[in-house]
């Protein structure tokens, strides 16, 4: 078991993805400066959406992720690029003085890297085109493996709005095969 720092955000990055933020909030100000001077990293959850019955909840699966670069934007904002290291599961969540959540949590194995079947390359062909279409996402990443169905199908689930029951299902599993399969049936219904 590990303790980390938490990030709950609408969208997610996982092993190998990178992702800009735009930092404004004290306590996640004060959350990067601790975890880059102790070299640590944080872990990103998915919060879900408040509704009239329950409080936004963060994800059971998240991933830790590290600073690989930050600059003071212009605004004011911090301006944080991260990537993604390694899946966990959430053990136990409590808040510290700010707010700031922190968690006991347990590493999950990564994906291991596999061959996109040639029945599944629709959906690194599309992805592809939705980087054409989006080249502020394609320049986070100096290479690309779009024939490999783990790199795919993880940059899958950080772009699509994946309600937070599926993102942990799908995110937890020990492999990439269920998510592929999702991605198929999801992206063939398009």
Not at 5 to 19: A, N, Q, R, T
Not at 104 to 126: G, P, R
Not at 132 to 142: M, V
């Amino acid at each position: 078991m590990a303790i980390i720092k938490l990030f709950p955000l609408s969208s997610v990055v996982l092993p190998e993805g990178k992702m800009n933020l735009r930092i404004f909030e004290p306590r996640y100000k004060r959350m990067i400066s601790e975890c880059c001077r102790a070299g640590e990293g944080f872990g990103v959850c998915l919060i879900s959406e408040p509704t009239l019955s329950s409080p936004r909840k963060i994800s059971r699966v998240g991933t830790l992720s590290k600073t690989i670069d930050f600059e003071q934007l212009s605004d004011g904002f911090l301006g944080v690029t991260i990537v993604g290291t390694r899946r966990f599961r959430v053990k136990r969540v409590w808040r510290e003085f700010d707010g700031l959540r922190c968690a006991e949590v347990e590493y999950l194995n990564n994906w291991d890297s596999q061959a996109l079947s040639k029945t599944d390359t629709f959906i690194s062909d599309q992805l592809q085109r939705v980087y054409q279409r989006f080249p502020e996402i394609r320049s986070l990443y100096s290479d690309c493996f779009f024939d490999d169905a783990t790199w795919v199908s993880q940059r899958w689930l950080e772009l699509l709005p994946l309600e937070q029951e599926q993102f942990e299902h799908l995110t937890s599993q020990a492999d990439c095969h269920e998510a592929v399969r999702f991605l198929c049936q999801a992206i063939e219904a398009r």
